[in-house]
């Protein structure tokens, strides 16, 4: 129900009914359906560079080794649920969450909610900290290598493809 904003012929109405909307509703943060505690609106900014750089290393990680990393991009606004790790890593049907901290940063509080309730459904969580440079990359590429049974040396090799040759002839 409502009114159709396309419809409103009088522009006086369609004036005050635009500013009464934009007084009377203040931007959702949150859709109510989902549980949790509300984010603050208040984002501190884009992670710094060496976040951004241990996630590429991840990444490279996980291409390297035939794990499908699933992540939103560091450089950007979140558009997955407040509160997820920063990568649910995937093979041969396994699944497994890794957050990476940089110093100072701490577990959100919803971090501190949603990771309880991810590990509840039967996927591992870990943190890992950047206290010295390189430990969070090295720390997580040994939780990856643990978890799905990685040898140190192992390295997925890129397909050939056919046609390249051919082309190249």
């Known amino acids: 129900m409502g ?8 522009p006086k109405f369609l004036e005050a009914l635009q500013e009464a909307e934009a007084a009377a509703v203040p931007p959702r943060l949150k859709a109510p359906h989902t549980p949790g505690p509300a984010p603050t609106g208040k984002r501190k900014g884009l992670p710094k560079m060496p ?50 901290k940089v110093w100072p940063n701490t577990l959100s509080k919803a971090q501190q909610y949603e990771f309880p309730r991810i590990e509840a459904c039967g996927i591992q969580v870990h943190i890992c900290s950047e206290t010295e440079p390189g430990t969070a990359l090295q720390k997580a590429s040994n939780i990856l290598r643990d978890f799905f049974g990685i040898d140190a040396d192992f390295r997925i090799q890129a397909p050939v493809c056919e046609q390249e040759h051919a082309i190249e002839r």
């Open 51 to 100: 976040e951004i750089r241990i996630h590429d290393h991840i990444v490279a990680f996980c291409d390297r080794n035939g794990i499908v990393p699933v992540h939103p991009d560091p450089s950007r606004k979140s558009t997955i649920r407040t509160g997820y790790p920063d990568f649910f890593c995937c093979r041969d049907g396994r699944v497994i969450a890794i957050e990476i």
């Open 3 to 10: 009114i159709d904003v396309d419809k409103v012929t009088n």
